[in-house]
């Protein structure tokens, strides 16, 4: 008896191909290798054209004090840390 392998099993396993080898199996193959789907895509009016959302997550109005804008003022805090002389009530030691 030869110690060579052979019969079908060793055929198979010889000719087994890494999917994920990109040498061996392109993205361009491997996207003809499946059958054609159609789909439809209608966009969802919450959504922009790009995708993100068409509305605020929350109003303003409901998440704010009355007169203050959603963002925050940057400016009013300089103003406050403007006010104050350095090194008092700061929290550090200089």
């Known amino acids: 008896m030869c110690r060579k392998a ?4 060793v055929k198979m396993r010889s000719c087994k191909v890494n999917i994920w080898d990109r040498r061996k199996m392109r993205p361009d193959k491997w996207m003809i290798s499946l059958p054609y789907t159609e ?12 995708g993100f959302p068409a509305l605020p997550r929350s109003d303003p109005k ?6 203050e804008s959603k963002y925050c003022n940057m400016s009013r805090l300089h103003e406050q840390d403007a006010k104050r002389p350095h090194g008092v009530n700061t929290g550090t030691t200089e």
């Open 6 to 9: 052979s019969g079908w099993c």
């Open 62 to 67: 409901t998440i704010t004090p009355d007169g």
């Open 39 to 50: 789909t439809k895509f209608t966009r969802p009016p919450w959504l922009t054209r790009f």
